[in-house]
């Protein structure tokens, strides 16, 4: 009799809850016109439908809530402020669209668009997407335009989606089917302790060659954990680096930085200085595809314990795949025409190199004093 009570009870209780969400509209002829008042109206777990339109306006989620948008409904928001602040240095930030404080906020079929974001200065920093100390998800999505006037190149400022945790909370959040382009600095990034990301079946497509900021396509750094499966991260060229000897930056298609245990499978890399970079430890790279990186690699392992299996690499300035770092496990690998095909810094201990196949490399294995690049890097933090 308790038990049926019981079961009653929490059904009663779960009816109630689905029963008290609502769903808001919002299109210029409905009662909510804007994005911010259907949030600042909503109560956690009610759902917000966007009907198409061009939306000129930042918005602030503080709460859990289902954004679900129509075909053509668009962020675009001018002049953009200063409207949150770094969690690793109090710098500020103007985001489109930022989720801070709370969980369970999906963002779903939504165009955001930065092109008329008026910044006229390397700060703040111009973010698409931004989840601060919030989890959530964002599927279906574009991202877009997020970059300075031409005379502002070289700022550090311009990134599509960014995850970041501080003070000691956290962050886990979903990327799931999303087109990032037109960006200046980074497509995709997740800093911190404290951050998780699922980052799975996007496009992110850089500005090709360039002569300011050097690109990453996706990074995880700083601490920050997750899953890099599936995407398809292409042009992100920095146009001075032409040569090892002289090159300054790197850009990158995908970059681990600074953080352990990530793994990175099933992408599609190409275009780039380096395909994927690992600068970290324990890191899984598998059944990755990397194609067309120029001057240095396809993959670049630069640490201890990580493992780079059954990948597929074409066309490679320096090597198809770089090791600086002992116990690392290279195995199962495709390298085709690269100037070398694995390279193995001297001094490196207990790799595990084999059952590779290499062909249309004029040196299938090399061991020289080749130093570091990390120092060329250019995350974003």
């Given at each position: 009799m308790k038990l049926r009570m019981f079961v009653l009870g929490l059904a009663a209780t779960l009816f109630a809850f689905t029963t008290s969400a609502k769903q808001l509209h919002v299109c210029p002829t409905a009662t909510y016109t804007t994005i911010q008042s259907a949030v600042d109206a909503a109560s956690p777990g009610d759902s917000i439908h966007i009907c198409a339109a061009t939306y000129v306006e930042?918005?602030?989620?503080?709460?859990?809530?289902?954004?679900?948008?129509?075909?053509?409904?668009?962020?675009?928001?001018?002049?953009?402020?200063?409207?949150?602040?770094?969690?690793?240095?109090?710098?500020?930030?103007?985001?489109?669209?930022?989720?801070?404080?709370?969980?369970?906020?999906?963002?779903?079929?939504?165009?955001?668009?930065?092109?008329?974001?008026?910044?006229?200065?390397?700060?703040?920093?111009?973010?698409?997407?931004?989840?601060?100390?919030?989890?959530?998800?964002?599927?279906?999505?574009?991202?877009?335009?997020?970059?300075?006037?031409?005379?502002?190149?070289?700022?550090?400022?311009?990134?599509?989606?960014?995850?970041?945790?501080?003070?000691?909370?956290?962050?886990?959040?979903?990327?799931?089917?999303?087109?990032i382009h037109d960006f200046q600095k980074n497509g995709i990034t997740a800093n911190e302790v404290g951050t998780e990301v699922f980052v799975r079946g996007n496009f992110v497509t850089g500005l090709g060659p360039t002569t300011g900021a050097a690109q990453n396509g996706i990074q995880v750094g700083f601490g920050a954990t997750g899953f890099v499966t599936g995407n398809t991260v292409s042009n992100t060229v920095y146009a001075p680096c032409t040569a090892v000897a002289t090159c300054t930056n790197v850009a990158t298609n995908i970059l681990i930085e600074q953080s352990d245990g990530v793994t990175v499978a099933?992408?599609?890399?190409?275009?780039?200085?380096?395909?994927?970079?690992?600068?970290?430890?324990?890191?899984?790279?598998?059944?990755?595809?990397?194609?067309?990186?120029?001057?240095?690699?396809?993959?670049?392992?630069?640490?201890?314990?990580?493992?780079?299996?059954?990948?597929?690499?074409?066309?490679?300035?320096?090597?198809?795949?770089?090791?600086?770092?002992?116990?690392?496990?290279?195995?199962?690998?495709?390298?085709?025409?690269?100037?070398?095909?694995?390279?193995?810094?001297?001094?490196?201990?207990?790799?595990?190199?084999?059952?590779?196949?290499?062909?249309?490399?004029?040196?299938?294995?090399?061991d020289p004093s080749v130093h570091s690049i990390a120092k060329l890097l250019s995350p974003q933090r």
């Amino acid at each position: 009799m308790k038990l049926r009570m019981f079961v009653l009870g929490l059904a009663a209780t779960l009816f109630a809850f689905t029963t008290s969400a609502k769903q808001l509209h919002v299109c210029p002829t409905a009662t909510y016109t804007t994005i911010q008042s259907a949030v600042d109206a909503a109560s956690p777990g009610d759902s917000i439908h966007i009907c198409a339109a061009t939306y000129v306006e930042q918005v602030s989620i503080t709460k859990s809530l289902d954004i679900d948008a129509e075909n053509g409904a668009i962020v675009m928001p001018s002049p953009m402020v200063t409207n949150a602040s770094s969690l690793f240095d109090a710098s500020p930030l103007a985001v489109a669209i930022v989720i801070s404080n709370t969980t369970d906020v999906s963002i779903d079929g939504l165009i955001v668009d930065g092109s008329n974001s008026g910044i006229s200065a390397c700060s703040p920093d111009l973010f698409g997407i931004a989840f601060l100390n919030a989890s959530g998800s964002v599927r279906r999505t574009t991202v877009r335009g997020f970059k300075l006037a031409a005379a502002l190149n070289g700022c550090q400022s311009g990134t599509g989606i960014f995850v970041q945790s501080g003070e000691g909370q956290s962050s886990s959040v979903w990327i799931d089917g999303t087109s990032i382009h037109d960006f200046q600095k980074n497509g995709i990034t997740a800093n911190e302790v404290g951050t998780e990301v699922f980052v799975r079946g996007n496009f992110v497509t850089g500005l090709g060659p360039t002569t300011g900021a050097a690109q990453n396509g996706i990074q995880v750094g700083f601490g920050a954990t997750g899953f890099v499966t599936g995407n398809t991260v292409s042009n992100t060229v920095y146009a001075p680096c032409t040569a090892v000897a002289t090159c300054t930056n790197v850009a990158t298609n995908i970059l681990i930085e600074q953080s352990d245990g990530v793994t990175v499978a099933n992408n599609n890399v190409s275009v780039s200085q380096v395909g994927v970079f690992v600068n970290a430890n324990s890191v899984e790279v598998a059944n990755n595809q990397a194609a067309a990186n120029y001057v240095f690699d396809g993959i670049r392992l630069e640490g201890n314990s990580n493992r780079a299996g059954r990948n597929t690499v074409f066309t490679s300035g320096e090597s198809g795949i770089f090791l600086d770092g002992n116990n690392n496990v290279v195995r199962n690998n495709t390298i085709t025409d690269a100037s070398i095909g694995i390279l193995k810094t001297t001094g490196s201990t207990g790799n595990l190199i084999q059952m590779n196949s290499i062909s249309d490399c004029p040196i299938t294995i090399q061991d020289p004093s080749v130093h570091s690049i990390a120092k060329l890097l250019s995350p974003q933090r």
